[in-house]
């Protein structure tokens, strides 16, 4: 197949005039060339090209999109560089149920994955994709996770159709040349394959949003590929992301030493200067952006981010862990995000950003629920339709999103993109009852007995009962690639890889008093709780060792300026016995989930936690509360 010629004009071409193969040579690129020749074999495009991340590549690329319709052009005077694209109503979410894990063992995919044979998916995958891009252009694009050439950046390359999918890569990861040159000279890459499903005979006119309704994410662990057919949106097309960053990378790192995190990382800096690197995991919904940009409440304190989303750490020459943000960029929920809420997102977005599924205001700009207080009396919704505020739905989509630059966060920090030496794990869930504000993990192997019992309670709107746990240990049950049992052994046995081990806390935002209302201000005030934790490193606040892990003692909480009554205070903290041991019941129930894949450590960590509560439970009033710690 003849491949597209590239051309140096300085000007924007047509997307046609770029995209040649790279003039390289060396094994590495023999074996690209291969499974470009293999993947268009199959799929049977019209034309290949091999994106170049150049600038005008770039828009060209954008430029066919807004003629195409898939791209719809923001004032360039309120939302410079900025464009909206409205997905098909049946493709706007990842899709669990539709996601694979097809390990050669189904034990190795374990209890929380779907898992099917390899070869069995390979058979329903070959006729899905066979023909799959006539009609279109195959992209390749070369991708590094982490700064190109980084001590732990990963490469891969995706195979695509979607130019939507292209610009998105382009943005979350560093795209190039110089990946492909990397490639050539022989570093290890991950294949990912990626189609819409949606060929187009000869003289069809295409839609705005192809897709197919048939869809599947699939990872193969043993020979490092992703497939992914049907969805044009979101993880399920860019590929680098939780499919490449998270299920694959985790088992990149099982095998070498090293974890993929779904996990913000930051950089708190006190008043005197001093900086401590912060990793995060948190579900969906409980705060996990917020505090990626927090602007803190308190006087001297600063927090600069480093990432969002995922972490890598690694064990360093030194002994302690190390992480980077292997992305470049913010794949960011638009609904709540507002002036009131992240200020700092808000400021992000002032340009250079591709909005999916976002509303369109009548001159040009976008909205979405939450971003002001009051709604603009009339806007073309996500769907193209009319909206006014008495429309009776949103008009943005619950999941619709913004992708944008990690550099343009005006709380980025400089060195964003170097490994960072990790004081702190945090571990969050939202949880109405039981959890404290913040507790302290006794040490590592308690602490990763608390990350493997992340969970957030059901409300009225959510499927289940009411007040049910939904479990996801380490904010990893979507994302892990592999035995989730394995993967807590894991996390214990990179504890005995490091000489220095982070601190590791649980926080809970979320905690309702009896009338319903939370306890916690949250937000900037969360600031308040990250200065305990620091002045816990620096031996300068105390400590109360309770049945569940180390609190605040009275006194210890920095509340100047908050407004948090002392009952609500008395009531974030307090541990009803009877509860946490009904909890503990529930922990034994999800734990026998994993069967012998479990390890023995987290059986006994939990043996301990009710051996503590029932100490606690017999102990006579005022004669259960612990002794004061200060380290």
Known sequence: MALIEHTTARIVAPLSAYGAQPALTGPGMSALVA?????AALTQPERIHWIDGSTDENDAL???????GTLIQLDPRKRPNSYLARSDEGDVARLESRTFICSEDPDDAGPTNNWAAPDEMRATLQPLFAGSMRGRTMFVVPFSMGKIGGPISQLGV???????????????????????????QGSPWVRTVHSVGAPLAPGQADSAWPSNPEKYIVHFPESLEVWSFGSGYGGNA???KKCFALRIASVLGRDNGWMAEHMLLIRVIDPQGRAYHVAAAFPSACGKTNLAMLRPTIPGWTVETLGDDITWIRPGADGRLYAINPESGFFGVAPGTGAATNVTAVETLWGNVLFTNVALTDDGDVWWEGLTDEAPDHLIDWRGEDWTPESGRPAAHPNSRFTVAASQAPSIADDWEEA?????????GRRATNVPLVVEAFDWEHGVFLGSNISSERT?????????LRRDPFAMMPFCGYNMGDYFGHWLEMGRRAETLPRVFQVNWFRRGADGRFLWPGFGDNSRVLDWIIRRLQGEADAVDTPIGRVPAPGSLNLEGADVPQNDLDELFAIDVDAWL??????????????????????????????????????????????????
Do not use: C, N
């Open 460 to 468: 009225a709107a959510a499927e289940g009962r009411v007040g049910e």
């Open 582 to 631: 009904e909890e503990a019941e529930l922990t034994d129930e999800f734990y026998d989930l994993f069967g012998d894949r479990l390890p023995a450590e987290l059986h006994a960590q939990l043996s301990a936690l009710r051996s503590r509560l029932i100490r606690a439970r017999l102990a006579p009033q005022g004669q259960g509360v612990p002794q004061t710690a200060k380290d």
């Open 158 to 184: 995706q195979i695509t159709d979607s130019p939507y999918a292209v610009a998105s890569i382009e943005v979350m990861t560093r795209v190039g040349l110089e990946v492909t040159e990397l490639i050539a």
């Open 62 to 68: 954008v430029s066919q999109m807004v003629e195409d």
């Open 420 to 428: 960072v030496p990790l004081d702190v794990i945090l571990f969050g």
């Open 35 to 39: 499974w470009v020749e293999e993947i």
């Open 238 to 240: 860019i590929l680098a």
